[in-house]
């Protein structure tokens, strides 16, 4: 145990002088961290199980292909790649709290993963061991927004929802998937999820555009198209009415705010 500072190859002065000097060192080669939306974006998907979202993203290799405006924390590719996935499963950690997982198990389960870097030593494990990690989180955090109790048919049709959310749906389109009659499937959505089928979509639709609101750069026509509206006109419309305010006004109002709350 280290009962003194002699065995520390700095101090307070040389980091701050370093730093210093680093500063003046102004080149060609200097990075510019690129703002951290896209960052915001990915944990949020992670916290609202957005697990079609995710795993297209680690199948395109996002994690990994360290594009411009990613900080280089160590000059070992490995090293780095570690720090970036501590810093990752941090943030996926405080999000998925935020969003209603258990803080014990979002920690115990952060630790069990960070942990689980001391013994890997090729960037091909620690890609594949993120990969994972977010995907347990997402699909936990999948599970915990379907918790409550419903029959087969009601779980089915709210996984068809949550799957194509992005298209026009039609409790006929749903129905029709399922094998049910469209009466049918009406009268036992209403029973059992407490709101009409139409009022649902438009619910889970206004909930991934607050998401692309403030966590992206998205336009609100290409919002609107993204999530199967008629028009942006359309858009604002339903907005304002489920929200109380234009699509507009809530951008301005709350875009990145999660990133900026000191609570997170």
Sequence with gaps: ???????????????????????????????????????????????????????????????????????????????????????TIALVTRFCCEAGMEKELGYRLSDFYILKLDDLTTLEEVIQLHDCAVMDFTKKMHLLRQDFTVTKPISEALDYIYFNIKNRLSINEVASALKLSESYL??????????SFSDYVREEKIKRAINLLRYSDFSLVEIAEYLGFSSQSHFTQIFKITVGMTPKAYRNQFYSKAWKNPAL
């Design 1 to 87: 145990m280290l009962n003194s500072y002699s065995r520390i190859p700095f101090s307070a002065a040389s980091l701050t002088q370093n730093w210093q000097l680093k500063e003046t060192d102004i080149n060609d080669e200097q990075i510019i961290h690129r703002e951290p939306n896209e960052e915001i974006l990915f944990c949020q998907n992670v916290a609202n199980g957005e697990l079609e979202l995710i795993e297209q993203n680690c199948k395109e290799g996002h994690f990994y292909q360290m594009e411009e405006g990613v900080g280089i924390l160590s000059k070992d590719p490995v090293l780095n790649l570690k720090y970036h996935f501590v810093i």
């Design 186 to 195: 009406s009268r036992l959505f209403k029973k059992e999820v407490g709101i």
